[in-house]
T-cell receptor, first 115, second 113 residues
Framework: DTEVTQTPKHLVMGMTNKKSLKCEQH?????MYWYKQKAKKPPELMFV???????INESVPSRFSPECPNSSLLNLHLHALQPEDSALYLC??????????????FGPGTRLTVL | AQKITQTQPGMFVQEKEAVTLDCTYD???????LFWYKQPSSGEMIFLIY??????QNATEGRYSLNFQKARKSANLVISASQLGDSAMYFC??????????FGSGTQLTVLP
């Protein structure tokens, strides 16, 4: 069983909706990540939180808004999305030691469809 | 900057046989890590194996082993005794001084009964 959980598993939303993706890790990790993955492509990094502070924002449009309420939780708030934002959204966590050895563990993902 | 190259978009292997998935990397970091992840059609990225740039021995985890050739900058994944459940997309990835993973384009492995 994965120790990184994500809800919901599937989400369908209209372009005017506001929704949130949730991620929770039970590994005691201090770094958490959001990735976007299109079909047959590798994941693309969106955001990194380290010790609950946003440390990396890969020029993601403002219609995606991350939030890290505590070291175990990571949210991604969605507003006014476009159909091209339809993708698999993956959350990951790592110990946060900041070395090359820091392994990222992924959740099962949320499949998002924007109509 | 780091770059990962996976030259096999798709691979087929007979059940119970071994298969090698290729990965070459390019990095300017003196210390780096190499990772392999498995992604079944369900979507979850499953961590398989890690190799550090200073590790003397090749990493092994059960049926997975990493054939690390530093001079050639290659980090091939070997899966022994393939099973039907091994059918998935496999990604090679690297990390350096930054916390970010750089992924290759992936190899779709199909295990034939």
């Amino acid at each position: 069983d994965t120790e990184v959980t994500q809800t919901p598993k599937h989400l369908v939303m209209g372009m005017t909706n506001k929704k949130s993706l949730k991620c929770e890790q039970h590994m005691g990790h201090r770094a958490m990540y959001w990735y976007k993955q299109k079909a047959k492509k590798p994941p693309e990094l969106m955001f990194v939180y380290s010790y609950e502070k946003l440390s990396i924002n890969e020029s993601v449009p403002s219609r995606f808004s991350p939030e890290c309420p505590n070291s175990s939780l990571l949210n991604l708030h969605l507003h006014a999305l476009q159909p091209e934002d339809s993708a698999l959204y993956l959350c990951a966590s790592s110990s946060g030691v900041g070395t090359a050895k820091d392994t990222q563990y992924f959740g099962p993902g949320t499949r998002l469809t924007v109509l | 900057a780091q770059k990962i190259t996976q030259t096999q978009p798709g691979m087929f292997v007979q059940e119970k046989e071994a298969v090698t998935l290729d990965c070459t990397y390019d990095t300017s970091d003196p210390s780096y890590g190499l990772f392999w992840y498995k992604q079944p059609s369900s979507g979850e990225m499953i961590f398989l194996i890690y190799q550090g740039s200073y590790d003397q021995q090749n990493a092994t985890e059960g049926r997975y082993s990493l054939n690390f050739q530093k001079a050639r900058k290659s980090a091939n994944l070997v899966i022994s005794a393939s099973q039907l459940g091994d059918s998935a997309m496999y990604f090679c990835a690297s990390s350096g001084s930054a916390r970010q993973l750089t992924f290759g384009s992936g190899t779709q492995l199909t295990v034939l009964p």
